[in-house]
T-cell receptor, first 114, second 111 residues
């Protein structure tokens, strides 16, 4: 079946601009996660959704970052006033209810802030 | 705080040789440990988890709580094993959703 999909695959923007990154989880997966992977690092947790609500947003680096999942399926990660340090691969993952430790990852969105 | 350390950025072996990718962790409690793999131009995928105690693609990993290690091993490496390998942990119970990853080890298996 279809895996987790993310769009766009690549995004180039200028410092100070606003960007939105989209994640479409596997059908039936109620849990959704966002991670950020900077160059030479492993993925770092940003936020976890269970259904429509953010159950844990402790990994969001600051208030420029925000994520929503209004209907409990597709999620959008929003970054305001982008900075060069935001350049990274943003990964989305999803999992079945009751199996949060088994996460299926999307291909990622590579964000470059010039 | 939870932390995962993969001391080797790069590991290069010849086909047929044994391979061991090291992983050490720090966690106050009973973590769950995982190995994820990313082949070239593919997405990150789960290779194995310690509670399954299974062998996937010939790889095994044993959780050593005394040494806080979860090294990944394969007795005879194959060229198709060349990939980026990440060790990860999650907490138990209510915090089992938050994966903490190491920085990864790039394994190259030479012909």
């Amino acid at each position: 079946g279809a895996g987790v999909s993310q769009t766009p695959s690549n995004k180039v923007t200028e410092k100070g601009k606003y960007v939105e990154l989209r994640c479409d989880p596997i059908s039936g997966h109620t849990a959704l996660y966002w991670y950020r992977q900077s160059l030479g690092q492993g993925p770092e947790f940003l936020i976890y959704f269970q259904g429509t609500g953010a159950a844990d947003d402790s990994g969001l680096p600051n208030d420029r970052f925000f994520a929503v999942r209004p209907e409990g399926s597709v999620s959008t990660l929003k970054i305001q006033r982008t900075e060069r340090g935001d350049s990274a691969v943003y990964l989305c993952a999803s999992s079945l209810p009751g199996a949060q430790e088994t996460q299926y990852f999307g291909p990622g969105t590579r964000l470059l802030v010039l | 705080a939870q932390r995962v350390t993969q001391p080797e950025k790069l590991l290069s072996v010849f086909k047929g040789a044994p391979v061991e990718l090291k992983c050490n962790y720090s966690y106050s409690g009973s973590p769950e440990l995982f190995w994820y793999v990313q082949y070239s131009r593919q997405r990150l995928q789960l290779l194995l988890r310690h509670i399954s105690r299974e062998s996937i693609k010939g790889f095994t990993a044993d959780l050593n709580k005394g040494e806080t290690s979860f090294h990944l091993k394969k007795p005879f490496a194959q060229e198709e094993d060349s990939a980026m390998y990440y060790c990860a942990l999650s907490g138990s119970g209510g915090s089992n959703y938050k994966l903490t990853f190491g920085k990864g080890t790039l394994l190259t298996v030479n012909p």
